[in-house]
């Protein structure tokens, strides 16, 4: 699927610098870091200073200094090298220093020496974000750069939010935000994840002030919770503020949403009459307002296609929906407000959503404010709420997949804003089932016909193979069956249902070693196309709970056929495992003396359980995957 975006506005909060540090301040060598916060870690925050001034409704400042630390080649990402700017954004000061490993200087940064380039994401029509950045390459590690940058922006919807622990094996020394408003501007503030962090807050009339001291690196833990949901944060917005010269307010999601409609949406859906006309005309034969929903969804999707618009106030406002109708084009907003517009054309209610996409977040709904990066289309029908996301031309008639699924959004309406969740995915409903007919053959070979149907999130996660090229087919093909050596791709062919949201995949393969001989003996693996090859580590001392997303089921039978003259005399029991997380089942079935039927069954539960259950969820799956790789004896009749 594209990449999709609302134009957010990113302070990126990187270097600058004249002669900021004092020369006591200056001693950078890394022998002088306290041995615990390198341990385990990619780079070190030496120190972070980030001070927001609140100016006016129309006006904040953001200073920052900071000096980093980079101790292999996997930090360099730690150390922001660039600035970002756009008409609402100027900067005022930009420099930066490296430093080598003693705290020497080698290279020195003025606000002139920065090179400066579009921020253009490859998919944009228009965009005019532009960055500042050093272009440094390490001559060695470790290094240390050093910056501070003063931006003032007269777009006050977005604030800097404080995030001193702002990614794994990163080890923080000092990290303090400041906001100063000597405005009569009420700000709100929300502190989350604070706890087990000794963090030293202050607060005034005018300042509020936080402070945090030496972090130790925190280790990636498969299957955790989200980053953010994790570490601390401290989010800030303005009651009253300006976005790109139109002045809104947030106090509550009902007049937040309301704000959105009529500044950013009210009078952007109006159609050419000819275009009414053809819809009419489209949905004459439709029985339901549900199937009218699908007909025009689909309309959208042959009509138009994706691409990102990053503009000024169209970074947040959408095309008009006649110009969409007249260019055949527009991004996350314009095609939303479109599909939208041709529902109304038909008297039928939709609403223009707001959500987190990609990574599974909610939209905060205890902290009223801009946010959000993408926009889809929800369709209150009867009992029913569908969800349509308007910039894909492949996607089935309401099915947002894991792109958008599971997640609070924000629905902007007429009256005023509404927190809704997304669509859930449960288990039962992401389905990938497979059958195989398999001829093993006395030279070890094997050939092999399957098809595999996969619905729900299976379905979300299998169906692009179709728009592949053929190569690029048969590799995917092996690489997920890597484990059978020598594997061949003969044929594949697809079947997409839209209608039903069931993808087919016929598959023809042959391999000329599959079997293993030994003696007179065959050593036979019946599992060939479901072996679960994932890997879990074990931790000493887990931190975070057990977060498994999303769940499914997987259903395998297998025809096998064996070797001319070779027969199987005894099976294993069938194998049952049965936990929280989930089911398993593994069946051998002797039909006659030439053929087995093998059966599995997978089931995964979603959920969040505590820490200690990660071990017993390890235990689960390793069991799973050496039963699925167990082997049965063939024997010469």
């Known amino acids: 699927m594209q990449k999709r975006s609302l134009k957010l506005l990113v302070v990126l909060i990187p270097l600058t610098f004249c002669n900021i540090f004092s020369q006591e301040d200056a001693n950078l060598g890394v022998a002088q870091i306290d041995s615990i916060l390198i341990?385990?870690?990619?780079?070190?925050?030496?120190?972070?200073?980030?001070?927001?001034?609140?100016?006016?409704?129309?006006?904040?400042?953001?200073k920052t200094k900071r000096i980093?630390?980079?101790?292999?080649?996997?930090?360099?990402?730690?150390?922001?090298?660039?600035?970002?700017?756009?008409?609402?954004?100027?900067?005022?000061?930009l420099g930066a220093i490296v430093y080598d490993a003693s705290g020497k200087e080698i290279k020195r940064y003025k606000k002139k020496d920065f090179k400066d380039r579009s921020a253009f994401d490859g998919i944009s029509l228009m965009n005019d974000n532009r960055i500042k950045y050093i272009d440094y390459t390490a001559i060695s590690y470790p290094y240390t750069l050093a910056w501070e940058s003063e931006v003032e922006s007269s777009t006050t919807?977005?604030?800097?939010?404080?995030?001193?622990?702002?990614?794994?094996?990163l080890g923080i020394q000092k990290s303090s935000y400041k906001v100063l408003n000597t405005t009569s501007i009420p700000i709100r503030i929300k502190e989350s994840n604070f706890e087990g962090y000794s963090i030293i807050k202050n607060k005034t009339d005018h300042e509020i002030s936080f402070l945090i001291l030496n972090v130790l690196p925190r280790q990636p833990e498969v299957l955790s919770p989200s980053y953010l949901d994790m570490v601390p944060e401290a989010k800030v917005t303005l009651n009253d503020f300006f976005l790109e010269g139109v002045k809104g307010s947030a106090s509550d999601w009902k007049s937040f949403g309301k704000w959105q409609y009529d500044k950013l949406?009210?009078?952007r859906n109006e159609l050419?009459?000819?275009?009414?006309?053809?819809?009419?005309?489209?949905?004459?034969?439709?029985?339901?307002?549900?199937?009218?929903?699908?007909?025009?969804?689909?309309?959208?999707?042959?009509?138009?296609?994706?691409?990102?618009?990053q503009l000024g106030i169209g970074g947040w406002m959408p095309f008009l929906a006649s110009d969409v109708d007249r260019l055949g084009y527009g991004d996350c907003k314009a095609l939303t407000n479109y599909?939208?517009?041709?529902?109304?054309?038909?008297?039928?209610?939709?609403?223009?959503?707001?959500?987190?996409?990609?990574?599974?977040?909610?939209?905060?709904?205890?902290?009223?404010?801009?946010?959000?990066?993408?926009?889809?289309?929800?369709v209150p029908y009867?009992?029913?709420?569908?969800?349509?996301?308007?910039?894909?031309?492949?996607?089935?008639?309401?099915?947002?997949?894991?792109?958008?699924?599971d997640r609070n959004v924000l629905v902007v309406k007429p009256e005023g804003g509404e927190i809704k969740r997304t669509k859930k995915y449960k288990p039962q409903e992401n389905i990938l089932n497979t059958v195989a007919t398999i001829k093993l053959n006395t030279d070890k070979s094997m050939v092999a016909t399957l098809k595999r149907e996969s619905k729900g999130l299976e379905y979300n996660g299998n169906y692009d193979i179709q728009y592949q090229e053929p190569k690029d087919q048969k590799l995917h093909y092996k690489k997920k069956w890597g484990y059978v050596n020598n594997l061949e791709i003969n044929s594949v062919e697809f079947k997409n249902n839209r209608d039903t949201v069931l993808f087919t995949e016929d598959i023809e393969v042959s391999c000329t070693s599959y079997t293993k001989k030994v003696g007179d003996r065959f050593l036979l693996m019946p599992n060939m196309f479901s072996c679960d090859q994932s890997s879990f580590p074990k931790?000493?001392?887990?931190?975070?709970?057990?977060?498994?997303?999303?769940?499914?089921?997987?259903?395998?039978?297998?025809?096998?056929?064996?070797?001319?003259?070779?027969?199987?005399?005894?099976?294993?029991?069938?194998?049952?495992?049965?936990?929280?997380?989930?089911?398993?089942?593994?069946?051998?079935?002797k039909l006659d003396e030439s053929q087995i039927r093998f059966k599995r069954f997978l089931k995964i539960v979603d959920g969040i359980f505590p820490k200690e259950k990660y071990e017993k969820y390890r235990e689960f799956r390793s069991r799973i995957k050496k039963i699925d790789k167990s082997r049965i004896v063939l024997k010469q009749q």
């Open 272 to 309: 050419p009459l000819e275009t009414i006309e053809e819809i009419n005309t489209l949905v004459t034969n439709a029985k339901t307002d549900k199937e009218k929903v699908k007909l025009i969804y689909e309309y959208v999707q042959d009509k138009t296609r994706y691409i990102s618009v």
């Open 339 to 378: 599909t939208r517009a041709l529902l109304d054309s038909q008297k039928i209610t939709s609403y223009y959503t707001i959500v987190y996409a990609q990574e599974k977040r909610d939209i905060d709904s205890d902290f009223v404010s801009m946010q959000g990066n993408h926009v889809i289309l929800n």
């Open 157 to 169: 919807a977005f604030i800097p939010s404080w995030v001193p622990v702002r990614a794994s094996k």
């Open 39 to 62: 341990r385990g870690a990619n780079a070190v925050v030496r120190s972070e200073e980030i001070i927001v001034e609140i100016n006016s409704i129309r006006s904040i400042t953001t």
């Open 265 to 267: 949406l009210s009078g």
């Open 382 to 405: 009867q009992d029913e709420e569908i969800w349509l996301e308007c910039t894909s031309q492949t996607m089935p008639f309401n099915f947002i997949g894991d792109f958008t699924d």
């Open 539 to 589: 931790y000493k001392n887990r931190v975070t709970p057990l977060v498994i997303s999303r769940g499914y089921v997987h259903t395998d039978e297998y025809i096998i056929n064996l070797p001319e003259d070779y027969t199987v005399r005894n099976l294993p029991e069938k194998k049952t495992l049965e936990t929280e997380f989930g089911k398993y089942i593994y069946e051998l079935e």
């Open 68 to 93: 980093i630390t980079v101790l292999n080649k996997f930090g360099d990402g730690y150390a922001d090298s660039y600035e970002g700017y756009d008409p609402s954004i100027h900067i005022k000061k």
